[in-house]
Structure formats: C-alpha cells, structure tokens
C-alpha cells in the first residue's frame, strides 16, 4: 500500500501518530505513550474498485453488500483498511488496577479499494 | 461528515479541512480506544496507585505478550489491614473485569519484614464469596519463607474462582516453624506496606474459554 505524499489522490494509508497526551489520557494509559493510528483516504477509481487481494476484508464485504442491494451510489468505491494488527496497552482501570492487554485490529497496516 | 456537508474522504469525496480532520482523527482514536477496551467511557482514577509501587510492580513482571486469545494480566494493589492480635494481615482486592471464571493463573506478591531468624510459616486463607456466609474461611496456600524481601506466591486459580462481586480477601497468617511443623506464632508484624512496598496481586485472565473460537466456527 503507497503511504500517502501531500499529492497523492489514489487510495493510500495515512500515517498519523496520536500521542495521548492529545488525548487528555496519559493518567490513565501507562504504555505506550501514544500509537500510529494509520487510516485509509484517497481515491478509488473504476479500474481499482474490487482488485484482487484487496477485497477480502470485512469492510469490503460490507461494501459489496450494500452494493448489491443498491443501498450505495452507482460505480462508487472506497479505500478501506484491507490488514491490521493489534497494540499491547497498559492501562490503570478505575479501581487503579494494572491492566495489561493486546487490543487487535488498532493498527491499519495496509489499504485498499473495496 | 454528513454535519460539514461533505461526504466521507475515503470514498473520494472532497476532503476535510486540515483542523476538521485531525478533530475526527482524534475523536475516532478514543472511540477506537475505548471500544477496544469494552469500555464506554474512560476511567476516572480517583486512587491511583502511587508511582514508586506501581514501577516496583511493573518491573517485577515477566516481559512480553499477554496470553494468546484475548488476555490480560492484571495487578491488583492490596488495602492492607494488620491485625493486632496475631501475626495475620486482610488483603483486600477491589477487581473491575468480570475475571473470575478465565482466571488461570494466579500470584501473590508480597514484601516480607524481618521479623525473627529461622523459616516463616505463612498460610493464605480466603474469605468467602459474599453469597454464602460470613467468616468462612478456605485455605488457599502454604509457603515457607526462607529469606526475607519480595517473594511470589502461587496461587490456586481454582480457589479463586467463585467471587463475583469484585471484592477479594485474602488472610494471611503466619509464624516461625516448629520442630513438629505446627504454628507458634507471637503477635508481630508481617508485610512492610510503608515504603511503597504494596503487596499485589498477578492474575492472568483468559478472556475467551479455551476452544470457544473453534467450537463456533465448527
């Protein structure tokens, strides 16, 4: 998946970094001190809507559902996350408990056209 | 989007201005975050653990991943009570998850004073689940403490289990060996709370029941 330039119009991943203190949550999360929250945004041309490889994610199948029902604009098609992988994160609960867990799917690793 | 009267960047519509999107970036990281974690809000801390404890705690952790499937470790600080009568301490455990049931493994951290030469003697009991009645007491482990300091203590998972109000007590009893292996025990204190030396609790929580995966997939 290209990662987007300032003049990308094709369906790229975005690289965006959230720190929390950004987020007014860093006395709550102990680890990490923030996480890349990649997204998904540009344009999917005909020529791209469905390519093999990329549509086997769940946000495509729910495109291609809407679709077929004719619930989502004739020839439209949207660039969606097609891999992503989880982030450990250690957190204090509200009791001020030490929780430590793996949060799947935060990381979008790659994008494509449903 | 819809509220901008543009149409979602994703989708090849016209995109956001660069302060409306990282507004929704971050709006769609807590959202992410926080489902994630099964929460609907973010906590409110209002006893945080002081610092030094919890780093102690923190690096007395084995390093690495959680359990496969969902899991999560947990350390649970004790409000200590020391009893004045006999060598006995109440840890309480206040626990937020449902954890009970996927509880898998389980160890007691304690930091022991000097409190005479030779071998401890410690015994963990644990009060009753809240349904059935007061004062009953099961006992859980014992331990021969042979050196002073920190020391891990298993746990048996299946003792437990049972507890669903979140509440965990655990006494702790102890006192200098006999030749006959019985308990003389004399009144003093055990744990060191002062110091930042907390006693705490390693639970490791398995969030799906082993094989449920497979079984709804067949």
Known sequence: TPTCGPATPLCCRRDHYIDFRELGWRDWILQPEGYQLNYCSGECPLHLAGSPGIAASFHSAVFSLLKANNRWPASTSCCVPTARRPLSLLYLDRNGNVVKTDVPDMVVEACGCS | ?218
């Open chain 2, 1 to 218: 989007a819809h509220g901008t009267g543009s149409v979602c960047p994703s989708c090849g519509g016209p995109t956001l201005a660069p302060q409306a999107e990282r507004a929704l970036v971050l709006e769609l990281a807590k959202q992410q975050i926080l489902e994630g974690l099964h929460l609907t809000s973010r906590p409110r801390i209002t006893h945080p653990p002081p610092q030094a404890a919890l780093t102690r705690a923190l690096r007395r952790l084995q390093p690495g991943s959680v359990a496969p499937g969902n899991g999560e470790e947990v350390i649970s600080f004790a409000t200590v009570t020391d009893s004045t009568s006999a060598c006995s301490s109440l840890l309480t455990f206040h626990l937020s998850t449902p954890w009970s049931h996927h509880l898998y493994q389980a160890r007691l951290w304690l930091h022991v004073l000097p409190t005479r030469p030779g071998t401890l003697y410690l015994r963990i009991f644990r009060w009753g689940p809240s349904r059935r009645r007061q004062g009953s007491l099961t006992l859980l482990a014992e331990h021969h403490i042979t050196h002073l300091g920190w020391h891990a203590l298993t746990l048996p998972s299946s003792g437990l289990r049972g507890e669903e109000s979140g509440v965990l007590k655990l006494q702790l009893d102890c006192g200098p060996l006999g030749g006959n292996g019985t308990v003389i025990g004399q009144p003093r204190q055990l744990l060191d709370t002062a110091g930042h030396q907390q006693p705490f609790l390693e639970l490791k929580i398995q969030a799906n029941e082993p094989g449920a995966g497979r079984a709804r997939r067949r």
